[in-house]
């Protein structure tokens, strides 16, 4: 898993969160042998290590609380 972005949030109350997205390559293996590889899926998580779930470009929500944060 790769570390692809870093960013800052904020909740409705105005409280601070360090999120980092990470994104793990996908291999495909053609019919002739060759291995290439493409994007696979981001996961979102605080630097603290709580998950995130993304509802919308730049909205989450974090996972064990339930509480809706926005990048900025």
Do not use: W
């Amino acid at each position: 898993m790769d570390l692809i972005e870093k960013f800052d949030a904020k909740d409705k109350s105005g409280n601070g969160y360090h999120v980092e997205g990470y994104e793990s390559p996908i291999e495909i293996a053609a019919a002739g042998g060759a291995i290439s590889s493409m994007q696979g899926p981001r996961i979102y998580r605080l630097t603290d290590g709580r998950a995130l779930t993304q509802i919308s470009d730049g909205k989450f929500i974090i996972v064990q609380t339930g509480d809706k944060i926005y990048r900025i």
